[in-house]
């Protein structure tokens, strides 16, 4: 987990509320990525960053907004929390040498709870 | 979708014995990469392995790649209770982003 946090670790909200989850790096990597994984389906990617305001959908984007306006933050922003969204939520990041293998590393995770 | 399948979902050994896990994917990749992660923690790198090759070695770690059948296994041998996690593997195609399996839990009895 070393030089990805993640904010908060832990949160509980209700249904409807819009909720923000924080992901900072100080490895200066170009690339970050959101995950939420839930039991029986492993990581799915729900955004992506390649750089300073620029983002990409990943396989589940709906519902799910990102921001990255410097390099070392990565903010994912769930508009009106509903229940489906209830999982644990992993930042990860790549570097972007060249000949990069895009390995990732993670950051510790946030559990979110949606009631 | 998830490109990468790991089987068998779940895993029980002795400590000392080898733990095998397989991870099938559907298309072409340029690498694969297997991680693992402790209950409540995030993942971790463990090993990669490049398209054009067909083992790797890291430690108690083997993993092969045959890209004719879409495969790879991972295997750790004289298990320890400490390798008591999930395994995932994941494949990088040709973009920076990797599609992960659901994943191989493994429990190591003492």
């Known amino acids: 987990d070393a030089g990805i946090t993640q904010s908060p670790r832990h949160k509980v909200t209700e249904t409807g509320t819009p909720v923000t989850l924080r992901c900072h790096q100080t490895e200066n990597h170009r690339y970050m990525y959101w995950y939420r994984q839930d039991p029986g389906h492993g990581l799915r990617l729900i955004h992506y960053?390649?750089?300073?305001?620029?983002?990409d959908k990943g396989e589940v984007s709906d519902g799910y907004s990102v921001s990255r306006s410097k390099t070392e933050d990565f903010l994912l922003t769930l508009e009106s929390a509903t229940s489906s969204q209830t999982s644990v939520y992993f930042c990860?990041?790549?570097?972007?040498?060249?000949?990069?293998?895009?390995?990732?590393?993670f950051g510790p995770g946030t559990r979110l709870t949606v009631t | 979708s998830q490109q990468g399948e790991e089987d068998p979902q779940a895993l029980s050994i002795q400590e000392g014995e080898n733990a095998t896990m397989n991870c099938s994917y559907k298309?072409?990749?340029?690498?694969l990469q297997w991680y693992r992660q402790n209950s409540g923690r995030g993942l971790v790198h463990l090993i990669l392995i490049r398209s054009n090759e067909r083992e790797k070695h890291s430690g108690r770690l083997r993993v092969t790649l045959d890209t004719s059948k879409k495969s790879s296994s991972l295997l750790i041998t004289a298990s320890r209770a400490a390798d008591t996690a999930s395994y995932f593997c994941a494949t990088r195609h040709f973009d920076y982003k990797l599609s992960f399996g659901a994943g191989t839990t493994v429990t190591v009895r003492a």
């Open positions: 990860a990041i790549s570097e972007s040498v060249q000949g990069a293998s895009y390995e990732q590393y």
């Open positions: 298309t072409s990749i340029n690498n």
């Open positions: 960053s390649y750089g300073v305001k620029d983002t």
